[in-house]
DNA sequence: CTGTACCGGAGGTTGTTCCTCCGGTTCGTC
DNA sequence: GACGAACCGGAGGAACAACCTCCGGTACAG
């Protein structure tokens, strides 16, 4: 879609250059110190307690006042937005390289543990990419996403690895239900997912595998399963 | 839901027989007649919206004053608890009737059907569930549920139905994804969730099966997806 | 017909989120 | 080293939402 003139190569966290309306003059000293704090706390906060966070929560994270924060950044959304942007072009990058990939379910699966790894460590971008926060920026990944994976997914199918029944929504389904185990298990066992993709995949493949995945990452027992699940409480919306 | 009648035998919704501390006198009939109406909106209501859902909302649906509503039960939770209780008790039983089934393999799918068949049409339920709500709630169907779960996957796996590696948590965790599908897809495929159930026991079973099932539900195709995850947006919290 | 139980919904209370304002401080320049 | 512009901090107000109460008016039971 348009690139955000928002920012630049190394968009928002580098230099003045992304006040858009105007050729400004560089911030002072104690200015772009407080800017690049309030950068990496929001990249914190975000991931660690979701989108939800408020920008008075990233300032006092950063040691400085709201104020400042509000003097920076016009509102949440508009740091959010360029905060996910570099991580979803990452991902989306990984995607392309998958798409290179001779073999294609090796590929995919590269892909989605790469992509898994990313959102299982930050809840802000799980958030975005299941939909519950930007509407259009998701719409972004999907429009990036969707061709390579179905490019992979028929590619899957015809050298005989995945199931013919398989379509490549079911990835994009496969991988919404990873992000809830995903929040559900981010503190007890963050890379349980792993477990739950073998699982999955051994669903839609046509060869039984993943035998050694499932034995490195064994289940929650019981008494994990309720605590994490207790602890789920409050952890989305 | 199902047009059935609101006064049914159950618990909460027949007679003047829940006001604790006292032996009341029989309502009168305005007032029976209301309580009625407002027990049926409820479950109508969180069905539809979920726990979050205001006991404002429900006197409203139910064509009532709020008043109406809060001089019957004190508040949403007290009717919320009452009504889930009755609904849980409903797959508990479901699995314990599982658990007698000589075909452990069968009696757990046969189970999974029901329960999820039961969650995908009503959201509070799955937000109970999920433990996004009442975790009080949620401990008691672990308790009546953990001990049959267990015996009957042990069971499935000493018949060679069901793959060694996994284990009862991640039959919960299975149900919990899926729940998130039901959310999604509450409008769009209200039975999609069958697919990935199918999927799922591929996963973990040590026979492939279930390709009928998949070609009876398939995959939403990339514009369903799309829509579907875009309309989620606020649908949990 | 009369008194009591019940109805309705306006509006108060509490809690949350977002943002603004301005006295005081720091920076960079002369 | 001193002055003005740029910046900081956080109290607090505006906007919103959820929850519940109160009381004038209405419908039922005897």
Known sequence: MTTTSVTSPAPIASDPGNVPAEASRPLRKDAARNRELLIASAREVFAQRGMEATLDDIARHAGLGVGTAYRHFANKHELARALMEQTIDGIVAALDAAGANPDPLAGLIGFLESAMAVQAADRGLRQVMMGMHDAAQMEQVHDRMGPVLEDLVGRAQAAGQVRLEVGPTDIGMMVTMLCTVADIVADAAPELWRRYLAIYLNGICT???????????????????????????????
Do not use: H, I, N
């Not at 595998?209 to 207790?230: G, I, K, N, Y």
């Open 207 to 237: 060869q039984t595998c993943s035998t050694d995945v499932m034995a490195a990452f064994p289940p929650l027992s019981e008494a994990q399963f309720r605590t994490a699940m207790a602890a789920y409480k409050g952890s989305l919306g």
